[in-house]
């Protein structure tokens, strides 16, 4: 009998990016400490992961990741921002953008600092009620040095593409330090004083020192209607004069990359400082002389640097986890003790009311080592 030969069933080509795009979460899947933030008014990471809000007095705003995307081109979130409380005449030094900020040792091989200093290219989709000229920026944290474009949303409630190249800077000494901290910062602008708009905007690398008036020359205001919307989504930084497809990474391996700057106990979908007890940590240890239940904890990944740590009771309280010991239980004072975040742990504290004594103490944590 003739046997018949059974094909193997076929792999699935899942292929690993090769990091074309300089940025992490530029199409803004990734939204760990919440899908939307409303009266935002002060500067912080308040939803989509890596994209960082810088408000001086310019309006009051909410902030979302929506599945409002351009069609048919594979993107299923962005990120928006819905004008709340207006600001239409902007004080001189007012100003509202989101970034995202680069590690130097992520960007050594753009040459910064040499006759071989890469240009690089920003494409992004981009939709916003308000028409009219917006700027981009480059900041060179190392070198204090700037750089601005600028392009212009020519239809009102459309997606539009945009692409703009930035000259690379081959002045002596601005290059970027080979280190962890930030280098390279990418600058979306909502609106601007005078402080920002009075003088020549910066089309080329710039001392920031006297040069501050031509960092967003021509910005429309966005902050000057409750009825204006702003999203952005398909967000890619790459070296080079050429705008590539956007480098599409799983789920996971997104995800995976953000880690690095903030983890969570909480599920995936919980917001920070929700009241569950699904995902929160419990730990068993014995308490020390000064009444100290001291334990180390596992991280996901290792962390940039050594993180600012934020703990809740599975309640949602602030700064406690609870306790139990024989005879007695109750809330913990939590403190973070100390850590290697670059070999995967931390160490912490809590306060149970005596010495030399079993214990468990329970909580959740996030921890954040953001630049």
């Known amino acids: 009998m003739a046997l018949t030969r059974i094909p193997a069933p076929a792999i699935a080509d899942v292929r690993e990016p090769n990091f074309r795009n300089i940025l992490i979460n530029g199409d803004m899947q990734i939204a760990q400490r919440a899908t939307s933030t409303a009266s935002i008014t002060s500067s912080g990471y308040h939803t989509i992961d890596r994209w960082q809000t810088s408000i001086t ?35 001189a030094a007012d100003a509202l953008y989101i970034r995202q900020i680069i590690e130097g040792q992520n960007v050594q091989y753009l040459k910064y600092g040499t006759s071989s200093a890469q240009s690089l290219t920003v494409s992004f989709w981009v939709k916003a009620v308000k028409t009219g000229t917006n700027i981009v920026e480059l900041y060179n944290n190392d070198a204090v040095k700037f750089i601005s474009k600028s392009y212009t949303i020519s239809s009102s409630n459309t997606w539009e593409k945009k692409t703009l190249t930035f000259a690379g800077d081959t002045g002596s000494g601005d290059g970027f330090d080979n280190d962890n901290a930030a280098s ?36 429309v205001n966005h902050a000057d209607s409750t009825s204006n919307n702003f999203w952005i989504t398909g967000i890619q930084l790459e070296a080079g004069s050429v705008a590539t497809d956007f480098e599409v990474e799983t789920f996971g391996q997104n995800l995976q990359r953000c880690l690095r700057y903030f983890q969570k106990t909480y599920d995936y979908a919980t917001a920070p400082g929700t009241s569950t007890d699904q995902g929160k940590l419990e730990m068993s240890s014995t308490s020390e002389g000064g009444n100290n239940a001291i334990f180390s904890l596992s991280l996901k990944v290792p962390l940039r640097t050594t993180p600012t740590v934020t703990f809740y009771k599975s309640d949602g309280t602030l700064a406690t986890w609870t306790y139990g010991r024989s005879g007695a239980s109750g809330n913990a004072s939590m403190t973070a003790y100390a850590g290697r975040y670059g070999q995967n742990y931390l160490i912490f504290y809590g306060g149970v009311g005596a010495g030399w004594i079993a214990c468990n103490l329970a909580g959740h944590y996030t921890v954040s080592a953001e630049l």
């Open 57 to 91: 007095n310019l309006g009051t705003w909410t902030q979302s990741q929506d599945t409002d995307v351009p069609s048919g081109y594979g993107f299923a979130k962005s990120l928006k921002m819905d004008c709340t409380t207006a600001d239409a005449s902007p004080a």
């Open 184 to 219: 390279l910062y990418l600058h979306f602008y909502f609106g601007s004083g005078t402080d920002y708009t009075s003088g020549t905007l910066n089309t080329s690398w710039v001392e920031a020192s006297g040069n501050q008036t031509g960092r967003a020359v021509g910005q």
